[in-house]
């Protein structure tokens, strides 16, 4: 079992900031990515940033280059540094870590609320 909490999440203006953090906890050496995922209202989650134990990362399109998912395997966290953030980001925040268990598992965090709005 893995655990993942999130952190981070609140109101900000258009053209601000936000870091969301997300610690795990549990079995982790069966993880083979980390990400994050978002959710708007009326919308399909979709995925925004993934990185992989050796520091590989994705983005979505719609954030690339104003997003950044970086890692601290010390402290077993991710975090994604939202830069310039606009009202379109607004949406329910997931953690998600995908473990090799011979299936593929997905874990998730409870979400953390991320507005973006003037």
């Known amino acids: 079992q893995v655990q993942l909490v999130e952190s981070g999440g609140g109101l900000v203006q258009p053209g601000g900031s936000l870091r969301l953090s997300c610690a795990a906890s549990?079995?982790?050496?069966?993880?083979?990515?980390m990400g994050w995922y978002r959710q708007a209202p009326g919308k399909e989650r979709e995925l925004v940033a993934r990185?992989?134990?050796?520091?590989?990362?994705n983005y979505a399109d719609s954030v690339k280059g104003r997003f950044t998912i970086s890692r601290d395997n010390a402290k077993n966290t991710v975090y994604l540094q939202m830069n310039s953030l606009k009202p379109e980001d607004t949406a329910v925040y997931y953690c998600n870590a995908a473990a090799l268990l011979g299936h593929l598992q997905d874990y998730w965090g409870q979400g953390t609320q991320v507005t973006v709005t003037s």
């Open positions: 549990g079995s982790l050496f069966n993880i083979v990515a």
């Open positions: 990185i992989s134990p050796v520091g590989s990362t």
